[in-house]
T-cell receptor
């Protein structure tokens, strides 16, 4: 079974530039998550989708971050404009809605460096 | 207070040692609990779920104390390959929905040396 795919794996940009990340979840997984993981910390949930609807975006900095999941499959996360403190690994995860223990499967992440 | 707090670590132990990690959580409505493992520069992966009765998977034992809001992970007979960051994770339903929200601790770094 193919895992969660993310691209790009690495991205270096200057502050105030824009950047977009892409995620393709495991086939059939209805729930998709975007996390931000700053060095030395655990992942922090940014946004959670159920199919193409948003379940939780309470920790998404909406003045600069946006995410969409058209057609309930792939998702993109955008940052515009980027700040130095956005340097982090952005992890996408998916889970099956039928999983009572909500195990999440993570992609390899996109490592963003903002200069 | 952080929602999920872990031992700061890092832990540096010899092969064969027994090591224990502790974790506390603040949301009494939390419903399910996990330990995830994250290797250096890799994504987190589920190590094991944590049940109220305690559960064991080979050399790994997880315990949950709901009254104290405390979770633990015990690793016996440590191997070099156990070197990783161990993340304590708590799941609580998001308000008004049936979907869970995972909250991760900061992680505890374990290094097992020869």
């Amino acid at each position: 079974e193919a895992g969660v795919a993310q691209s790009p794996r690495y991205k270096i940009i200057e502050k105030r530039q824009s950047v977009a990340f892409w995620c393709n979840p495991i086939s059939g997984h209805a729930t998709l998550y975007w996390y931000q993981q700053i060095l030395g910390q655990g992942p922090k949930l940014l946004i959670q989708f159920q199919n193409n609807g948003v379940v939780d975006d309470s920790q998404l900095p909406k003045d600069r971050f946006s995410a969409e999941r058209l057609k309930g499959v792939d998702s993109t996360l955008k940052i515009q404009p980027a700040k130095l403190e956005d340097s982090a690994v952005y992890l996408c995860a998916s889970s099956s809605a039928s999983s009572s223990y909500n195990e999440q499967f993570f992609g390899p992440g996109t490592r963003l460096t903002v200069l | 207070r952080k929602e999920v707090e872990q031992d700061p670590g890092p832990f540096n132990v010899p092969e064969g040692a027994t090591v224990a990690f502790n974790c506390t959580y603040s949301n009494s409505a939390s419903q399910s609990f996990f330990w995830y493992r994250q290797d250096c520069r890799k994504e987190p992966k589920l190590l094991m779920s944590v049940y109220s009765s305690g559960n064991e998977d080979g050399r790994f034992t997880a315990q949950l104390n709901r009254a104290s809001q405390y979770i633990s992970l015990l690793i016996r007979d440590s191997k070099l390959s156990d070197s990783a960051t161990y993340l304590c994770v708590v799941n609580a339903q998001t308000g008004g929905t049936s979907y869970g929200k995972l909250t991760f601790g900061q992680g505890t770094i374990l290094t097992v040396h020869p």
